[in-house]
């Protein structure tokens, strides 16, 4: 019985030391943790440079690493070797992220859309040939849709790994009407660049600074062709756009300039014998 009893004091001598201990470590562990993700929250949000969803992001990774350091700690003091333990969980991370390769690569470009912020919500994109207006930007991917009504899931990488031009957004708040018009070879150059001019001339939200161009750029197969470039405030441009286009038809017709169909001449040669 006294044997009993002296091994039971032993045993708690030993290890009652090092539960008491392990149980103070998790417990200062895990206050450390939830002060620092508490911290990195406040301060990601009081950040005019951060967004809340990468702030939420940074908290969590604070908080995870801070208590696996913590668990390691408290294993430490039960004489498990914790370096095979931390090798065990690289190996484990390694793993992980091969299988999850395309999944960390939209969410580290989230992570970067979020904090570059190249683009915001509300605002129109253009990615290759495709416009879409942000919804919404999340980790993985973001919710958009198009001018015409569909709704859209772009993962991230996408957006993060090819040219995205911002529409909404210009160093001086204008967007300039950029189009070509074809007239035919026999009609006037001067006449038709003279009848583009007086159209913008007409139109009040096209600025006079930066100044247009009118001129021919290029002796198409079935055309000569002009380019038209005319800067207007950005939010008007579409607006503008749209009734240019319609007005320069109009006084080509008006004026008897020709916007030819594309057309291919034909000759044939008779043998003579």
């Given at each position: ?13 030993t ?32 950040s ?27 294993l ?40 570059l ?7 129109v ?46 160093h ?26 007086k ?25 000569v ?8 405030p ?23 300039i ?16």
């Amino acid at each position: 019985m006294n044997l009993d009893l002296e091994m039971l004091q032993t045993v708690l001598t030993t290890y009652g030391l090092k539960v008491i201990g392990a149980i103070i470590t998790l417990i200062v562990g895990f206050i450390i943790a939830k002060a620092l993700a508490g911290w990195t929250r406040k301060y990601t949000k009081n950040s005019k440079h951060t967004d809340t969803t990468v702030g939420g992001l940074f908290s969590q990774i604070v908080f995870v690493t801070v208590m696996l350091f913590t668990v390691v700690a408290t294993l430490h003091q039960f004489g498990v070797e914790t370096t095979s333990l931390v090798a065990a969980l690289g190996a484990a991370g390694l793993a992980v992220g091969l299988a999850l390769q395309g999944t960390l690569s939209n969410v580290a470009a989230g992570v970067m859309v979020l904090i570059l912020k190249p683009f915001k919500v509300d605002e129109v994109i253009k990615v290759g040939d495709d416009v879409f207006v942000i919804d919404d930007i999340g980790l993985i991917a973001s919710r958009a849709h198009t001018p015409d009504g569909p709704s859209v899931f772009i993962p991230n990488s996408k957006l993060w790994g090819n040219v995205a031009m911002n529409l909404s957004h210009s160093h001086n708040d204008l967007r300039r009407f950029n189009e070509t018009f074809g007239i035919a070879y026999s009609d006037d150059i001067g006449k038709a660049i003279a009848i583009i001019n007086k159209v913008l001339d007409e139109e009040d939200k096209v600025q006079a600074d930066p100044e247009r161009l009118v001129e021919v750029t290029s002796l198409g197969d079935s055309s000569v062709n002009i380019i038209v470039w005319a800067w207007v405030p950005r939010a008007d441009w579409w607006t503008v756009r749209l009734s240019l286009m319609r007005k320069i038809k109009e006084a080509f017709d008006t004026d008897g300039i020709t916007i030819p169909f594309p057309q291919t001449d034909v000759h044939l040669i008779q043998d003579a014998g």
